[in-house]
């Protein structure tokens, strides 16, 4: 088990360690934006019937961005859900929580704010399933090469609306997002 742990964190480092070097490149060879951070707040809609079964269909999302020159961010993201499911004399708790670290290339679709978004990176998602009555928890967790598809609407001048598909390679944690992001 440890083993499986420390090949998961070399894989990890090894995704952090390309991202940041693809990254200071393009750092050194252009001026800096003018609003570098962003931030993100809207729903998560998973995808996996499962993972809606266990939890609520809708969950909170939220993310920090650094914008870099070239049209690329950086982007971190977190999501959870939780739910109960009772089935008497039992209540069953649970709750999934979704990381994910991507690598983002914007692109502008014509000149009315709209562009869209391919990111790749890592999706970390760790799983916890109680009963507390009877005093049993089961947690899991994997990490995933993931992929992000998105549109954005520009909405003034640092303000968007960004509507994003993300999956991961495994089973569990692939789904759409919408929400809100400001600059600043």
Known sequence: MKRLRMGRLAWLAVVVSAVIVTGL?????????????????????????????????????????????????????????????????ISIKSRVELYSLFYNIWRSIGNGGTSWLLGLGVVYMRAKVAEPALGVAVSDSK??????????????????????????????????????????
């Open 143 to 184: 990490t995933d090469v993931g992929l992000a598809l998105g549109i954005a609407q520009k909405l003034g001048r640092d303000a968007e609306l960004q509507l994003r598909y993300q999956t991961g390679w495994r089973r569990g944690n692939t789904g759409l997002v919408l929400n809100i992001g400001f600059r600043f």
């Open 25 to 89: 490149p393009a750092v050194a060879q252009e001026e800096p934006k003018e609003k570098q951070w962003g931030v993100r707040l809207g729903p998560w809609y998973p995808a996996d019937s499962d993972v809606r079964e266990l939890t609520n269909n809708w969950w909170v999302y939220f993310g920090l961005e650094h914008f870099l020159p070239g049209n690329t961010s950086v982007s971190l993201d977190y999501g959870r859900g939780s739910g109960t499911i009772s089935i008497p004399p």
